[in-house]
Structures are given as structure tokens and as C-alpha cells.
């Protein structure tokens, strides 16, 4: 019986391909590092983020929404920082939230967020270039084409590694 993924033993070694987070002018603070896993059964992903906005009220989310996006660069306009990262990564013309691009939100405490799932959405080679992009909300996870998740705040192109 083939064992399931030790997450311990996939972090101790360097990851596959990252992507270094950074705000957009609204939230300058906001920084943090996706790291991508190459793995037998597909991909684990890590990220790492700070600066996230706080909650302002008691029982208020502080949720973000989290996307692989078909983009290159992390360029924008006037009213939108990140215009240029385009829609989710969706090869396959999936509807949401099946995107290939869709990840679990994130968490946010006193805007920390950190989180390690396994997906078999993408394989690395498929997303160098790509952009991860972090939204002012969370995604609904129901509405087309992307969850309803709000302003793009920050964002990082996914690079390789060096070896």
C-alpha cells in the first residue's frame, strides 16, 4: 500500500518553484512567499503571508481568497494594481470553483496567514510564469467566472527554483 504524503519530509527539502508575494499600493505591508512542491501525486503547495488586512469588527472574516492566474506579470492601471495577471488559471475550461487555479482561502490571524494543501490540479512545470494573486475577500466558491473574491491585493509571479 503506497503511504500517503510526509509533509514534514517535503519541506526539508527546496522547493520546486515559489512566487514572492507583494501588496499593491493600498496594502504596501502585505508580503509573503507561495512555494510549490513537485510530488508523485501531484503538488503540495505552502504559503507563508503577512501583512494581510485585519478584521475591523468582532465576527467579521478575515478570510482571502487565493488564485493561480493565467497572467505573467503583476501589473495593472489606475484602478486596478494587478490588471495585468488576467483570469484564473483554467486549462481545461472548468467552471468555478474547479479551475485548476483555485486554491483553499486563507486564514487570516492578527494578518498572518499560513497553509500547506495537496492538489493534483497542476503540475509545477504548467504554472511558471503564472501569477499567484490574493483578493480582498474569500471566495464563494459559487459565483462566475471567480467567487465573487473582491479586489486584487497582492500578487507574485511563480518562478522555478534554482537547482
Known amino acids: 500500500m503506497k503511504s500517503f504524503i510526509n509533509f514534514c519530509s517535503v519541506f526539508r527539502r527546496r522547493a520546486d518553484a515559489v512566487a514572492f508575494i507583494s501588496g499593491g499600493r493600498n496594502y504596501p505591508k502585505l508580503h509573503g512567499t507561495v512555494f510549490f512542491y513537485a510530488e508523485s501525486d501531484g503538488v503540495v503547495v505552502r504559503a507563508e503571508i503577512d501583512g494581510l488586512p485585519k478584521a475591523g469588527k468582532p465576527c467579521s472574516s478575515p478570510i482571502y481568497a487565493i488564485h493561480i492566474h493565467d497572467g505573467t506579470e503583476c501589473t495593472g492601471n489606475g484602478t486596478d494594481d494587478f490588471a495585468n495577471t488576467g483570469g484564473h488559471y483554467n486549462p481545461n475550461n472548468c467552471p468555478h470553483p474547479y479551475h485548476a487555479g483555485d486554491l483553499p482561502p486563507l486564514f487570516s ?27 480582498s475577500r474569500p471566495d464563494d466558491f459559487t459565483t462566475q467566472p471567480s467567487g465573487n473574491a473582491g479586489e486584487k491585493i497582492a500578487c507574485g509571479v511563480i518562478t522555478l527554483t534554482a537547482r
Open 109 to 135: 490571524v492578527n494578518g498572518k496567514a499560513m497553509m500547506a494543501f495537496l492538489t493534483d490540479r497542476f503540475m509545477v512545470k504548467e504554472i511558471i510564469g503564472k501569477t499567484v494573486i490574493i483578493h
